[in-house]
């Protein structure tokens, strides 16, 4: 394994481990938030946001993050968005 892919390696290890981290400790503000913020309208019943959507669009939008991150690293390091695709 080269240099530069043990430490693409890492640093994905440790994005992996952040992104652990930062869903349990936003887990219980997620759920807070959906409970306290219902879509309300006077002339229908009220809807609620079920707090697995919640969950499920907060870590859509992380791993979305961390692949235009990991696409920025890959272009600026080998000029390729896709390393090794010509």
Known sequence: MSPLSGFLAVIVFFTA?????LTKQ???ENLNYSSLNQMKNPNT???TIEKE???A???NG???ML???AAVGAYLTTGQIIPGFV
């Open 17 to 21: 481990i952040l992104v652990a981290y």
């Open 26 to 28: 936003f887990q219980n």
């Open 45 to 47: 019943k009220v809807k």
């Open 53 to 55: 959507k919640v969950v």
């Open 57 to 59: 669009e907060t870590l």
């Open 62 to 64: 992380r791993f979305a």
């Open 67 to 69: 692949g235009l991150i």
